[in-house]
């Protein structure tokens, strides 16, 4: 069954995030497919926040493979500790980066790309299996507000998926 959202583009990021993580919740809640959930969730974080790119890697085979996203073709496998994406998987936590430029071992998907954040995702028994991974087209566009938030998604998707 479709739903919609209902977020208020005139509230602030904050509250953005407030409306949108339980509608999340509710739309993923009633779905087992992992794919169409994570297509979901992408889609839901673009119409609200107009990313210019959002989606997950999966692990797979001791790699990252990419999964559901929005936004331009990417590249396909990251290996383990390599980008932004392959070092939070290896540290195990969120990476904000300001400037990619700066970031050693960046990859670059898209040549617009100034700034990332990139959250792991763990399984019910704490091994990341997926990161999010959200791209802007202008420097610093994340903040401690996008991790905080980032990371309740992340642990709604620990809690109602078979990650
Ligand atoms: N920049 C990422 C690669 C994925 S794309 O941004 C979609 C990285 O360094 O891991």
């Given at each position: 069954?479709?739903?919609?959202?209902?977020?208020?583009?005139?509230?602030?990021?904050?509250s953005?995030?407030k409306?949108?993580?339980?509608?999340?919740?509710?739309?993923i809640?009633?779905?087992?497919?992992?794919?169409?959930?994570?297509?979901?969730?992408?889609?839901?974080?673009?119409q609200?926040?107009?990313?210019?790119?959002?989606?997950?890697?999966?692990?797979?085979?001791?790699?990252l493979?990419?999964?559901?996203?929005q936004?331009s073709i990417?590249?396909?496998?990251?290996?383990?500790g390599?980008?932004?994406?392959?070092?939070?998987?290896?540290?195990?936590?969120?990476?904000?980066?300001?400037?990619?430029?700066?970031?050693?071992?960046?990859?670059?998907?898209?040549?617009?790309?100034?700034?990332?954040?990139?959250?792991?995702?763990?399984?019910?028994?704490?091994?990341?299996?997926?990161?999010?991974?959200?791209?802007?087209?202008k420097?610093?566009?994340?903040?401690?507000?996008?991790?905080?938030?980032?990371?309740?998604?992340?642990?709604i998707?620990?809690?109602?998926?078979?990650v």
């Open positions: 069954m479709a739903k919609e959202l209902n977020i208020n583009q005139r509230l602030d990021k904050e953005k995030y409306d949108l993580l339980p509608q999340i919740k509710s739309l809640e009633g779905e087992e497919n992992i794919i169409a959930n994570l297509a979901n969730i992408c889609a839901a974080l673009k609200t926040f107009n990313f210019f790119w959002v989606g997950f890697y999966l692990v797979h085979n001791n790699e493979v990419l999964g559901p996203f936004g990417a590249c396909t496998r990251i290996p383990f390599k980008g932004v994406c392959g070092t939070s998987w290896k540290e195990q936590k969120t990476i904000l980066v300001e400037d990619v430029d700066t970031f050693p071992g960046h990859i670059a998907c898209s040549s617009l790309s100034r700034s990332e954040i990139v959250v792991p995702v763990f399984n019910k028994n704490n091994v990341v299996t997926m990161v999010l991974d959200i791209d802007s087209d420097f610093a566009d994340f903040d401690e507000t996008d991790q905080k938030y980032l990371e309740q998604l992340a642990f998707i620990q809690n109602n998926l078979n």
